[in-house]
Structures are given as C-alpha cells and as structure tokens.
C-alpha cells in the first residue's frame, strides 16, 4: 500500500467487504487459523505478550486472526474503532450488558425486545442483583421520565415482531445526560442501514447468524464500538463466560459479508413488495413494518431489511395458514437465503421461561415474515394461495 491510499473508513461499505490487504501467499481469502494456542519462539516473547508490551495471539479464547479478520470489518461498517465476535448473538448481548450492569444496578429496556433477551433480562439478571424495567422506547417522555438512576438504556430500531421505532440519537442524548450508557440490537438493519454510533449510540450487538452470515450456516454474535468499550468487553464477561467466536465460524462470516449489499438489496426489494400487497389484501388488518411508519424514528434508517409481520383477520386460522406455506418454512431465525414464518401464536405457547411476547401484548393473530431470496412473484404466490385458503 501506498502511504496515499484511502484508509478502510473512507471505502463504501461494498469495497471495504470485498477489498483485503494481502494474506500469506498472496492469498485472496483469509486463512482459517484452526488452532487453540500460539506459541513463542522465546522467553521474552512470550514476557512481551503476556504483560501486554506486545499485543499478539495467545489463546483462541482471546484473540484469532481469523476472528479478528470479521471484528475489523465489522467494525469498519460501523464506524466503531473495535469489536469483538462471539459466540452467537445472546452472547454478545450478555457481554455488552455485563462489561456495564452489575450488582445494584438497574437497565432501562425499550419493550417488545427479542425473546431471549427478555429471558436474560427476567431470568439470570436478578440473581445478579440487577433490576430491568420496560418501556415503550418509541415514546421520548416516557424514556426520559423512566432513565433517572437507570445505568444502561438497552434499545432496538425496529424492535422485534412488532417493529416499533426509536429515534436513538435522541434517545442516546438523553441516556448521556442521565449517565447511562446504551446498547443497541442492530441485526435488523445491518450497519448497511443504519450505524448506531454515530448517532451516540456506546455499543452495537448483532446476532451475526442473521444478515451479516446470511447462509443459515453459523451461530455468531458480534459487539462493536469505542476501543475503551471493547475493552471494558474483553476484560471480563467475554473472556470469563467464555463465549468465543471460532475460526471456521469467522470464515464463513468473511465469506458471507462479501455479498451482504447485494442480498440486503434483495432482501429490501423483495419484502417491500410483499409487505405492500399484504396491506391491500382483505385478510390483513396492518402490517408492522417500518417502510409504513411515521415515526421519526424512521429517520437514521436508510433501508429496511425483509423481516416484518402482519396482522390477519379473526377469520383466518392461523395454522392452517402457515401450514398451507410451500416456500416460507416454518422457524426461528431470519437473515439466510431461504424465506421463513413464525406465528406469534406459536410463540406465545413457548415454555421456556418468561415470555416476552406474552409480556408486551402480542396479539396471536400476528404473523412474522422473513423474506428471503427466492423470486418474490414466487413467494406472493405462495402467500397468497395460502390465505385464500385460511378462512375459518
């Protein structure tokens, strides 16, 4: 490289996902660094690592060249000076959490949160002494109202099932005036389509099994932003609770990123035509969808993934309606290639623990899309034919 080159910041988001400095032997995918440990070639190497005079690989609990290869290109999408890949997207939650909360404090959470964040939050967080209360994050006067003595303002834009928007520049603002930090769950959106941080935003967390691996292949997490953030991060919940990010999972991570603005744009096209054309069928009472709202909240998005849900007359069966589904399948998750369904009411019957969609009042005649890529004709078809065969 030439000394003026642009830096990594200044490339689209497509260049810097597709562009890599040299790797050994001129190799033009990372390699995948398989191993457990590093060793050193002597005493005072392993001295200069260990007290921290040199920051080199030492365990792959801490530090992978493979996992650092998607934490740097992360990081560049969200403009964040650092981040840290995990396990999978509730670890990355837990870490983020636990390097701010800890005995005797209290989080202030928007509601309708995704479910096992709930479930953290009502299950592990009070044995820890830490208290969480819920609010309609979407409503500034009752998140300003709510923040006094809060340490952390966790926040999602939109939030999950129901998609309810958040203006969180301002959101952050006030969270800083009172002295609390804030989390956001990016995984909707992807720093495509909007980047936390530099709204104010301290931490981002994405499940980076959704859109940023977008093959339905790996469970993944990542954290990203300041480098004091991070390393508040790395000094205790990540490396103690031991959620590591593996090599293979890394890989297939910088292998998905390559594609992610094409299939974002897919993504976007295809559930904006599908949401349009359920919110002029007979049998839909709303479609929650951000590309619908007004709420200002709206404004530091500046694209809209194909997860979204709608709302179905009483007179529809819900299970018969999923069930008549060829091309949406019926599961979890969201973000891979292939289009999903999960009905809330499905949802609502999950045993394991609190549940967030009971909580908040979710209606059961609620119906979550993940549109995938497959040909939207195709997908409006199958769609279609299924209600047309749902009426009670």
Known sequence: MTDDFPAPEAYAASTTLAH???????AVVPPIYQTSLFTFASYAEMEAAFSGQVKRPIYSRGDNPTVQEFE?????????????????????????????????????????VYGDAYRLFEKLMPRLGITVDYVDAGDLAAVEAALPGAKLLYLENPTSMMFELQEIGRLAALAKAHGAATIIDNSWATPLFQQPIRHGVDLVV????????????TVAGVIAGSAERIARVNDLAYPYLGGKLSPFEAWLLVRGMRTLPLRMRQHQESGLAIARRLADHPLVTRVLHPAFSNHPGGATLTGHSGLFSFEVEETVDVPRLVDALRLFKLGVSWGGHESLVVPARASLRQAQGPNSMSAFGVTPRIVRLAVGLEDTEDLWADLERALAGSVN
Request: neutral net charge; hydrophobic residues 40%; contains cysteine.
């Open 20 to 26: 890599d400095d040299s790797f050994p032997a001129g």
């Open 72 to 112: 740097r290109k992360v990081a560049a999408l969200e403009g964040a000076e650092a981040a840290r890949g995990t396990a999978s997207g509730m670890a990355a939650i837990s870490s983020a959490v636990l390097s701010i909360a800890g005995s005797g404090d209290r989080i202030l959470c928007t509601r309708h």
């Open 206 to 217: 994405h499940s980076a099994s959704k859109y940023l691996s977008g093959h339905s292949d």
